[in-house]
């Protein structure tokens, strides 16, 4: 007994001067993240080809008024008031995801303060303002940065909803909140989970009014939205592909069918042991980034975490209860829905705060009332060993050479040369080839933003093996060129395997035309690019 109370005068000593010690804690994570922010700041775009793709879908909005379909339609838009205030300045675009980040922080921080105990909020909030994996997104333009500030905005007026009394502000508060719902949803597509989660959660206090006022604004908002969508840019809801895409068992073969009900409990089960065993336990800190390693009791333990959590919040903590049960849904509707040939870390990151502190949380609270009070510096371990990872990581990660040669005008530094070489191919085709050609290649978004603004055509998948029908598709989409490259199907290092459906696309036509392409230039010795010219005169195609 003795043991357990010294115990718990420590978690209450150690809580009590963080509380009390607030504001030099304040400024010493702000100090941490601001230079650590700096010492990272990645101003190349990303080979994942996702933030050039959203850069181009903001250009294509402000000068063309091309709706943006495919993911969500609202941070293209966001982007292109950048643009249309500043031009189109990559440096200028990936500082805004710096001011998302911050301010999704600042609210992530606001939101919990008072709500979680100290020992949890500052032990989350330092071992964010260190990680490298965390701080990438400040300096790239995908979504992720936007989407967790529009989050925090989320929580934020959920707190106000469940603290403050009087109806007047309420009415207000549960507007507000139902916009963030809304906005998370027109960001990705998997925001509007946010929506029945919500639901759930007010269903579970009994808060039948404020659910009601949930659904009408909502309702109303989504509604509004929608029908603009469709009469001004003539775009229905599920216009894009991504929805169809998502439904089929590979999302660049579909001829591999649709996906069925057995399959995507498999999604399930991949995902779980794929993003909670692996890329949690590295985005923490307690795996290396390159690791591949999935431990199965390690995603089994987890989820015990999760479910116990939200057991033990249930009619303690409300805040902390919708955390669980936002993050059960959120989780549940990624792990579901993608097909586990993405796996990408970048997928959960704007949950990754939520579930450090939901987890945290958890095992200071139960630890800490209960018989095992003795196991309470569980917890305070195991975030102190993620911060210190952490940070150990990022410093090996800062590479303000690159930062500083980028910002000198060598945009390529930083690259590995596969993707050198065919960037530099794609400034070539875009100021050397005549306006009116048209170049085919694997990522046409990003070779637009190095080739001075000409438009690519993107070769992603296909569904034939017919040489007329794939050299028809290029003929009647005006394709004069065709950009083919080697890059590193593994991007760690050069195993000689690259990403070939534009190899395999041409293998095939060129089985009966082999003189059909061209070749124009070639840049690199090793991982080289080539510009191909489509002669289709040359072989008599259409004759």
């Known amino acids: 007994m003795i043991k357990r109370n010294i115990a718990t005068e420590e978690i209450k000593s150690v809580s009590a001067f963080f509380e009390d010690h607030r504001r030099l804690f304040f400024m010493l994570a702000g100090t941490m993240y601001i230079l650590l922010s700096i010492l990272i700041f990645n101003l190349r775009i990303s080979e994942g080809g996702d933030d050039s793709s959203y850069i181009i879908r903001a250009y294509d909005f402000l000068k063309e008024g091309r709706f943006p379909t495919y993911q969500g339609p609202l941070y293209p838009i966001v982007l292109s008031l950048c643009i249309a205030i500043f031009g189109l300045k990559i440096s ?10 911050s301010a999704g922080l600042l609210f992530y921080y606001r939101s919990y303060r008072g709500q979680v105990s100290p020992i949890a909020l500052w032990g989350c909030v330092f071992a964010l303002v260190v990680n490298h994996h965390f701080l990438y997104y400040g300096s790239q333009t995908y979504s992720e940065a936007f989407f967790f500030m529009v989050q925090g905005l989320l929580f934020f007026y959920l707190n106000r909803i469940i603290t403050e009394k009087g109806t007047d502000s309420r009415v207000r508060d549960v507007f507000l909140l ?13 925001g509007f989970v946010a929506f029945p989660a919500l639901l759930v959660f007010l269903l579970v206090l009994r808060r039948f009014k404020d659910g009601l006022r949930v659904v009408l604004f909502f309702t109303a908002i989504s509604g509004v939205l929608f029908l603009l969508q469709y009469y001004i840019f003539e775009v229905t809801p599920l216009q894009g592909g991504q929805a169809d895409s998502l439904l089929h068992k590979h999302p660049y073969d579909f001829t591999s069918g649709r996906e069925t009900f057995s399959g995507f409990l498999v999604r399930f089960v991949v995902n779980s042991h794929n993003y909670l065993s692996r890329h949690f336990m ?3 800190g307690f795996k290396p980034a390159l690791s591949l390693a999935v431990h199965k009791p390690v995603t089994l333990g987890l989820y015990f975490v999760l479910i116990g959590g939200l057991w033990h919040f249930i009619r303690k903590n409300p805040l902390m209860l919708f955390t669980g049960i936002y993050l059960f849904f959120m989780l549940g509707a990624t792990f579901i829905s993608l097909q586990p040939l993405w796996n990408q870390q970048r997928l959960i990151i704007p949950f990754f705060p939520l579930m450090v502190l939901f987890l945290s949380e958890t095992m200071v609270s139960v630890l800490g009332a209960g018989k095992m009070r003795g196991l309470v510096r569980i917890p305070i371990i195991l975030l102190f060993l993620s911060i210190v990872l952490s940070f150990v990581q990022t410093i090996r990660h800062s590479d303000f050479k690159a930062v500083w040669e980028n910002l000198g005008g060598d945009k390529y530094y930083g690259y590995t040369p596969d993707w050198e070489n065919y960037l530099k191919m794609a400034a070539y085709a875009g100021m050397q080839l005549p306006p009116e050609s048209y170049v085919a290649c694997r990522k046409p978004n990003m070779a637009r933003l190095f080739g001075d603004g000409k438009k690519f055509y993107g ?22 060129h065709v950009l083919v490259a080697s890059l ?4 760690r290092f050069n195993s000689g395997q690259v990403i070939n459906t534009i190899h395999r696309y041409l293998a095939i036509i060129t089985k009966k035309y082999p003189h059909v392409f061209v070749l124009c230039k070639k840049i690199g010795d090793e991982e080289p690019a080539w510009l191909l010219k489509v002669d289709y005169e040359g072989v008599g195609y259409g004759e």
Not at 464 to 477: A, I, M, Q
Request: glycine share 4%; no cysteine.
């Open 282 to 284: 590295i985005l923490t």
């Open 92 to 101: 200028i675009l990936k500082i805004t995801s710096w001011i998302f980040l």
């Open 488 to 491: 590193r199907k593994n991007p």
């Open 178 to 190: 139902s916009l963030f719902l809304v906005v998370l949803g027109f960001t990705r597509t998997v």
């Open 459 to 480: 070769i992603y998948r296909f569904q034939s093996d017919d040489p007329d029908t794939l050299l028809h598709r290029l003929n009647e989409t005006g394709v004069t």
